[in-house]
């Protein structure tokens, strides 16, 4: 039974800092890539950033410079800091594979920017 598990956000003033995690179960997680996504409310969601199983990440040019991905194969689990927060960066945030192959979302975490 494949599970993402998302944890870390909360209510932050800009320019501030958290860090997310996503604890995956019930998939093969060393062979995927993986990516954390983001869904504002009204909008569409969209990939932030990805990691391939060797490590090499990606990043949407809206978050470079201030977020980073990192896993870690032996936990199954992938990470997102996320430093100098902007109040667009207010949304749910979602771990899942890249590109999305499981059929299934996990229930995210909300991460909320104050200005």
């Known amino acids: 039974q494949v599970q993402l598990v998302e944890s870390g956000g909360g209510l932050v003033q800009g320019g501030g800092s958290l860090r997310l995690s996503c604890a995956a179960s019930g998939i093969f997680f060393n062979i995927y890539t993986m990516g954390w996504y983001r869904q504002a409310p009204g909008k569409q969601r969209e990939l932030a950033a990805s990691?391939?199983?060797?490590?090499?990440?990606n990043y949407a040019d809206s978050v470079k410079g201030r977020f980073t991905i990192s896993r870690d194969n032996a936990k199954n689990t992938v990470y997102l800091q996320m430093n100098s927060l902007k109040p667009e960066d207010t949304a749910a945030y979602y771990c899942?594979?890249?590109?999305?192959?499981?059929?299934?979302w996990g229930q995210g975490t909300q991460v909320t920017v104050s200005s």
């Open positions: 899942n594979t890249y590109p999305t192959s499981l059929g299934y």
């Open positions: 990691i391939t199983r060797g490590g090499i990440t």
